[in-house]
């Protein structure tokens, strides 16, 4: 029987992800739309967490990071996993390290499960002078 796909609640970028050894509780540290460079090409490095629902069996997940000046493929990952009950909502979460940046413009996190698009967070990426007297706002 095949897995039915899953819906998305949330899917966040943040700078780091902590996850409580106890309770299995996730803490997102520093969630950003935005990616701030005094320089392109950039590598990325932060985490990606997501929430979903109504999914039950296993599962081929994929986080596919997308330009979208041209749509061109930057990366993708893929990871397993098995959800024992469609009752309760299930966290997928991953550590997307040294991910390139060619240049200032907007991309996608695009996530799957068994090959169906699922849904897509955008991200910005801005150059900006480091001998400025202010951080970018955001």
């Given amino acids: ?50 929430k979903l629902t109504d999914a039950e069996g296993s599962y081929n997940f994929k986080i596919r990071i997308v330009s979208l000046k041209d749509e061109s493929l930057l990366t993708e990952l893929g990871m397993q996993g098995t959800v024992q009950t469609r009752s ?5 979460a ?9 240049e200032p413009g907007k ?13 897509r967070v955008t991200l910005i990426a801005v150059q900006f002078n480091p001998g400025s007297l202010s951080w970018p706002q955001h």
Avoid: N, R, T
């Avoid at 991953?94 to 060619?102: D, F, K, Q, V």
């Avoid at 991309?107 to 849904?119: F, K, P, S, T, W």
């Fill in 94 to 102: 991953a550590h997307l390290m040294g991910i390139p940046i060619p």
């Fill in 1 to 50: 029987m095949e897995s039915p796909p899953p819906s998305v609640l949330a899917i966040l970028l943040c700078d780091q992800l902590i996850v409580d050894a106890q309770s299995q509780k996730k803490s997102l540290i520093g969630v950003f739309d935005k990616f701030h460079s005094p320089v392109f090409p950039a590598l990325l490095s932060c985490s990606i967490y997501v």
């Fill in 107 to 119: 991309y996608e996190i695009q996530v799957y499960a068994d090959d169906v698009y699922l849904g």
């Fill in 88 to 92: 309760e909502p299930v966290e997928v």
